[in-house]
């Protein structure tokens, strides 16, 4: 069973990443999207965040403001995660995913290298694994060392599917209307407590429950 699963998994890491990017691709195209940016976006480096349950679409949305910059997106060492990772590479994100053996620590050294370098810097503060729609310190830490603007990147639309998944991923169906939503956020002087109420609170103002 275990040689089977992992010849499974080596198929799937194949097939699925330009399968999930041509999906993502035609969701863009065949949606008629309408930004709403609050702030000015400049193109200077950034951290950009965005809910797990909305990767569909948020990367495209960042790739659409950003479009050549180098960038860099923290992602799971799960399986799931490396699919993800092999997409994201597609859009020329570079994933960091650090060590099964140091984890979580060797990811931010690393993500404090990609910023340190001139990278965007790509989190999703409620991930990998939830709970859904609550920040980490772990995105505001590199924010707040860096004193980098912060972009959030929500969407809206009036048809689509969720998953019955942890952070209840969100399709949207085709052809729909789809609004993206990009604030510009500063969280200079303001202690973690604070910042992570900040955030949460301007990102749930835009986002599919």
């Known amino acids: 069973m275990g040689k089977r699963r992992d010849i499974t998994r080596t198929i799937a890491k194949v097939i699925l990443p330009p399968l999930g990017y041509l999906l993502m691709r035609f969701y863009w195209y065949t949606s008629k999207k309408t930004f709403h940016i609050q702030g000015e976006i400049t ?11 909305e990767l569909l679409l948020s990367p495209q949305a960042y790739r659409h403001f ?4 180098s960038a860099s997106g923290i992602i799971s060492r799960h399986f799931d995660g490396e699919i993800i990772a092999r997409v994201l590479q597609l859009f020329h994100i570079t994933p960091l995913r650090g060590s099964s ?5 060797q990811v931010l050294l690393e993500a404090f290298r990609a910023l340190k370098k001139g990278d965007d810097l790509l989190v999703t503060p409620d991930g990998p694994r939830g709970p859904r729609h609550e920040v980490s310190d772990g995105a505001l830490a590199l924010t707040m060392k860096g004193k ?8 809206t639309c009036e048809r689509y599917w969720q998953l019955d998944s942890w952070d209840r991923f969100v399709i949207p169906k085709p052809f729909s209307k789809i609004d993206f939503y990009i604030k510009v956020l500063h969280l200079d002087g303001m202690e973690m407590d604070e910042a992570k109420a900040y955030l949460t609170e301007k990102m749930l103002v835009h986002t599919i429950v």
């Not at 200077?44 to 349950?53: L, S």
């Not at 950003?66 to 910059?69: A, D, E, L, P, S």
């Not at 980098?148 to 969407?155: A, D, G, I, K, R």
């Open 43 to 53: 193109q200077k480096q950034g951290v950009i965040v965005c809910w797990h349950g």
């Open 66 to 69: 950003h479009k050549t910059q």
């Open 101 to 105: 053996s140091r984890g979580a620590k």
């Open 148 to 155: 980098l603007p912060l972009y959030t990147v929500n969407f």
